[in-house]
């Protein structure tokens, strides 16, 4: 059988991807990756599968419906992971088109395409197949200091064009059970990081400008809590639920790590302490924590009108409830940061591709 996984170039999908693929009990299956190659987008970060008869990529859009129904057709998957989307909260404040497009459009295409070609199939192929889709905690906007943690059951309260593109995907997605049958799963996550962040987001931004000497942009006074999800706990939380998750059901996946932006920013200067250590510094090497105390600059609000507030709300899922349900069990903050910060020192020292160098703004090397 065989995975169809859309937006499989991009962070989290490419992540999932490679799991799969060396996972020892999923790593036989194949995967198809569909994906549009946005900016966000990168063939780069599925370069280790070149030649991999087990993977084939396809650069499309999944807005693109004779594309999508020729590969189902083609490759009859069991089960669809759809990751494609628009991602980033602040681009869809100044573009919101885009996200309408990909996260409600292309996600009510790929619905569609996925209805008719289920529809056609055999038992028991057809009581095996599942429409996984993969969305956010940003559904349920944001949560005041004492509040509870967001379970799967608090109502959507979107506060961006992000997020309602995300909360309109989930309707879609749990209308085409409820309407069609349609064996759907979806999954809420809090904030990823690890590897092939792209650095745009706070943790490989922060890396990559502290190894760069540049200032570190941080929100107002740094102290918005997020939840920090390692990627690979995420991927491995998916694979769970395709494995053994209930039809129709919501899983929320959190990482038990809420942070304020400004403890994230230390723990990184201290790793890049100890893992790049300034020979010319004089007092043991240690460079990064006092420049980041002399660099910390204040990124400006955005100036539309955005609800602020939420930058500032503490964000947190139901990790606990969803742990539970799917065995995930969640990466330490230090350890998940350790890897990514690892990553980019490699980049820096030559260890990595030319091209994500230049994704990174690197000077060629000579
Ligand atoms: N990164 C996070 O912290 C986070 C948190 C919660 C939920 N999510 C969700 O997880 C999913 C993956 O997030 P990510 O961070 O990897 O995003 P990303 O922006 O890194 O990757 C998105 C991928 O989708 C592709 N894509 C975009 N439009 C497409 C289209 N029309 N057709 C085909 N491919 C298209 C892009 O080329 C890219 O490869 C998204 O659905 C996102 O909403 C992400």
């Known amino acids: 059988m065989t995975l169809l996984v859309t937006g499989g170039a991009g962070f989290i999908g490419s992540n999932f991807v490679l799991d799969w693929l060396a996972a020892p009990d999923t790593g036989a299956e194949p995967v198809v990756t569909l994906d549009a190659l946005t900016y966000a987008g ?44 628009e991602s980033h909260v602040d681009r869809s404040i100044h573009g919101p088109g885009a996200f309408i497009s990909t996260n409600v459009e292309g996600t009510f295409t790929l619905l ?15 009581a095996a197949f599942r429409f996984h889709h993969v969305s956010t905690d940003e559904v349920y906007g944001s ?24 909360a309109a995907s989930n309707h879609l997605v749990r209308a085409w059970h409820h309407t069609y049958g349609l064996p759907v799963t979806t999954s809420n996550c809090s904030n990823n990081y690890g590897a092939w962040h792209f650095p745009e987001k706070l943790i490989p ?56 932006n400004l403890e994230i920013v230390h723990t990184i200067c201290r790793l890049l302490d100890e893992m790049q250590p300034d020979p010319a510094a004089s007092d043991a090497g240690c460079v990064h924590i006092p ?5 910390l600059k204040p990124k400006d609000l955005p100036e539309f009108k955005y609800d602020a507030d939420a930058f500032r709300s503490i964000h947190l899922t139901d990790a606990e409830r969803h742990g539970q349900r799917s065995d995930h069990r969640p990466v330490r903050p ?4 350790r890897q990514g910060t690892q990553g980019r020192c490699e980049v820096r020292s030559g260890r990595c591709r030319a091209h994500r160098r230049r994704q990174e703004g690197w000077p060629p090397r000579d």
């Open 42 to 85: 990168n063939r780069e970060n599925l370069a280790s599968l070149d030649g991999d008869a087990r993977h084939t990529f396809v650069h499309g859009d999944i807005c693109d419906r004779p594309l999508v129904d020729r590969l189902l057709a083609q490759h009859r998957p069991r089960a669809i992971v759809h990751f494609a989307a």
């Open 112 to 126: 569609e395409a996925a209805r008719a070609h289920w529809s056609t199939l055999p038992e028991p192929e057809r």
């Open 143 to 166: 949560l005041g200091p004492s509040d509870p943690a967001f379970n799967e059951t608090h109502p959507y309260q979107p506060n961006s064009p992000y997020s309602a593109s995300k």
């Open 205 to 260: 931004l922060m890396i990559v400008n502290a190894l760069a000497g540049k200032p570190l942009p941080v929100y107002g006074d740094g102290q918005q809590v997020r939840d920090w999800l390692y990627v690979g706990g995420h991927c491995s939380a998916i694979r769970a639920v395709l494995a053994r998750g209930r039809v129709d059901e919501l899983y929320n996946v959190g990482g038990w790590n809420e942070k304020p």
């Open 291 to 295: 420049r980041l105390l002399g660099s």
């Open 334 to 337: 230090e350890d998940g940061v």
